[in-house]
Nanobody, 125 residues
């Protein structure tokens, strides 16, 4: 079992920025495919960004390309999501997730990720 803990959420005005963090045990971040997903009220959980094993490939949903940046710090076993130019549609609970591996066709599928954090709320007004 892999325990993931998100932090960094909050309330921000449109156009603002937030950086989310996802702390993981051991070498989880460097040895797994890691993803960020979000869920708004009455909506399905949707993919936001993904980073493959050892950070070799990075993926973004079209809605966040150019505004969000996923990164990882292997020394700190932490995954990040830098969110800039936020808009109200970015509001939701953001989750990080870990999978054994991912590729361009799989990173966005929730079912590929067996491990999830508890989520952190982001509100953009």
């Amino acid at each position: 079992h892999v325990q993931l803990v998100e932090s960094g959420g909050g309330s921000v005005q449109a156009g603002g920025s937030l950086r989310l963090s996802c702390a993981a045990p051991g070498n989880t971040v460097s040895r797994h495919c890691m993803g960020w997903f979000r869920q708004s009220p009455n909506k399905e959980r949707e993919p936001v960004a993904g980073i493959s094993f050892a950070g070799s490939k990075i993926y973004y949903a079209d809605s966040v390309k150019g505004r969000f940046t996923i990164s990882q710090d292997n020394a700190k076993n932490t995954l990040y999501l830098q969110m800039d130019s936020l808009v109200p549609e970015d509001t939701g609970v953001y989750y990080c997730a870990a999978a054994a591996y991912c590729y361009s066709g799989s990173w966005s599928r929730k079912r590929e990720y067996p491990f999830w954090g508890q989520g952190t709320q982001v509100t953009v007004s």
